[in-house]
């Protein structure tokens, strides 16, 4: 049984730092990743990692987000530097399995106050 646990929302002032983690279990992945979504808006890619170590960030975030992953313990990284409140929303760990099967987390609160 696949889980994926995450960890490391909660409220900052702008400009702070927050670091999510998502830890994975009960398959192996080729690729995991945080996307986020607002009410009411599609859920978007914010930042991916293979586990070759290949990076994919969307541009909004770009110079301020950071992701990497141990792939010895399954788990990545999403290291938030320089938050805006308009990356207030929840987060949510992706992981895709080696047969091209997604796995979400149930998400985690990002609030950043102005």
């Known amino acids: 049984q696949v889980q994926l646990v995450e960890s490391g929302g909660g409220l900052v002032q702008a400009g702070g730092s927050l670091r999510l983690s998502c830890a994975a279990s009960?398959?192996?992945?080729?690729?995991m990743g945080w996307y986020r979504q607002a009410p009411g808006k599609q859920r978007e890619l914010v930042a991916t990692i293979t586990s070759g170590g290949s990076t994919k960030l969307a541009d909004s975030v770009k110079g301020r987000f950071t992701i990497s992953g141990d792939n010895a313990k399954n788990t990545v990284y999403l290291e938030m530097n320089s938050l805006k409140p308009e990356d207030t929303t929840v987060y949510y760990c992706?992981?895709?399995?080696?047969?091209?099967?997604?796995?979400w987390g149930k998400g985690t609160l990002v609030t950043v106050s102005s």
């Open positions: 992706n992981a895709r399995d080696v047969g091209g099967r997604d796995y």
């Open positions: 009960g398959s192996i992945f080729s690729i």
